[in-house]
């Protein structure tokens, strides 16, 4: 882990807002837009955030005491880092949610009133703060069919951009250069690029080719290289939750216990053979059975009533899988599952088929939220030092001319 000096308070002269963007979904925007409000913190007395278009939302109390819709990301940052000097309804300014895209092109929403509210939304956190952190939706490109791309906005904003991809060398230059050519069309200043999810065994590599490759090709420093952290793309039972639509029909209070998709365990084999993997492998497994295997569910509850006896660890969850419509757990079965005396044992069931579960399991990337709080931290805490604030609070600060304009 690289060693930097503490962090300094900075002195608050009037620097550019910091916008950041990525290549693509799923390359860790959310989680370094975390850690960089966690530096700036350090550094800042207030630090803002906004979110200009968001999609996925959540329910909130305005200041107002309103129940207003704001994107979920930003109950993420608001509650996580305490910003209590910034206003929900600011922070969240516009919501592309279902059917928005028609609206607007029918003329039911119109491109003046968009903008207006992103732009009244960030000057009030603006006024407020020391330094605005944007966190874009995607790449550059996102929200241009309403006429809102982050690059537009960023520029609309007088912010620098922050553009974050996936580690590699070839492909990784490739898709920033789709999103820096659509920030030099808006006049947008990028202020560098942050590498994620490095393997370790290329670390060096990436961070020395990619420097090299974004200076002499762009004029454009690399703020910083993340080493990949397995345990961060690991879905907790909560991520499952959202992904079946469904809650825990026991154990919610192992929500937030994560599972390697390598742990991910068919049990396809008789109930003996089922009892001997069980004490064979390691005890945070997650199983799936298909419904109809009474079997196994009874042997899955009795092992785990065993464990707990003994007072041996048992970190298991059980998944049981079966198509909507067709396949249901019987009420004999579900009232053992549901028993008070087993109320703690982790018990989902997904209405799907259990090749679809496991390809649902397999292909999905779990998201930050506000209640994993386990996760939350580490993430900040293993992106934060990899990330020069020097170079950024630099590369972001107001010139002498800027100021006489």
Not at 70 to 83: G, T
């Amino acid at each position: 882990m690289p060693q930097r000096p503490p962090p300094e308070r900075v002195q608050h002269y009037s620097r550019r807002p910091i916008y950041v963007a990525a290549t693509k979904q799923h390359v860790g925007k959310t989680t370094t837009s975390l850690a960089l409000m966690s530096g700036l913190s350090k550094r800042f007395d207030k630090v803002g955030f906004i979110k200009p278009v968001g999609q996925q939302h959540l329910e909130v109390k305005s200041d107002s005491g309103h129940t207003i819709r704001v994107d979920k990301d930003v109950v993420l940052v608001r509650e996580h880092f305490k910003l209590d000097h910034c206003p929900y309804q600011s922070m969240s300014p516009c919501l592309i949610g279902s059917g928005y895209t028609k609206q607007f092109i029918d003329g039911e929403i119109r491109l003046d009133k968009q903008m207006d509210d992103i732009v009244a939304g960030f000057r009030d956190i603006d006024d407020k703060s020391d330094v605005v952190l944007c966190e874009g939706t995607g790449h550059a490109g996102v929200g241009s069919i309403v006429g809102a791309s982050n690059a537009k906005i960023a520029s609309m904003l007088g912010a620098d951009m922050i553009l974050v991809a996936n580690g590699g060398l070839g492909s990784t230059f490739d898709e920033l250069e789709l999103n820096r050519v659509l920030c030099e069309k808006h006049g947008v200043n990028i202020a560098g690029i942050i590498v994620n999810k490095v393997k370790l065994d290329k670390y060096e590599q990436t961070k020395h080719y990619m420097s090299r490759a974004f200076m002499n090709m762009w004029g454009v420093p690399l703020l910083g290289v993340i080493p990949d952290r397995p345990y961060l793309g690991c879905p907790a039972l909560a991520d499952l939750e959202r992904l079946f639509k469904t809650e825990m029909v026991s154990g919610r209070c192992h929500r937030f216990r994560h599972y390697k998709i390598s742990d991910l365990n068919l049990v396809t084999t008789s109930l003996s053979r089922f009892l001997e993997n069980m004490r064979e492998k390691p005890s945070r497994t997650l199983y799936i059975c298909h419904v109809t295997r009474d079997d196994i569910i009874f042997g899955f509850l009795g092992e785990y009533a065993r464990r707990r006896r003994h007072g041996e660890p048992f970190e298991a969850a059980l998944l049981v899988s079966g198509r909507e419509g067709k396949y249901d757990v019987s009420p004999e079965v579900m009232d053992m599952i549901t028993d008070a005396t087993l109320s703690d044992v982790p018990v989902l069931i997904a209405r799907h088929t259990t090749h679809t579960a496991m390809e649902l399991i397999a292909n999905m990337t779990p998201k930050l939220n506000i209640h994993d709080t386990g996760r939350v931290e580490t993430a900040v805490k293993h992106y934060e030092p990899f990330i020069d604030f020097n170079l950024i609070l630099d590369r972001t600060q107001v010139t002498g001319a800027e100021h006489q304009q």
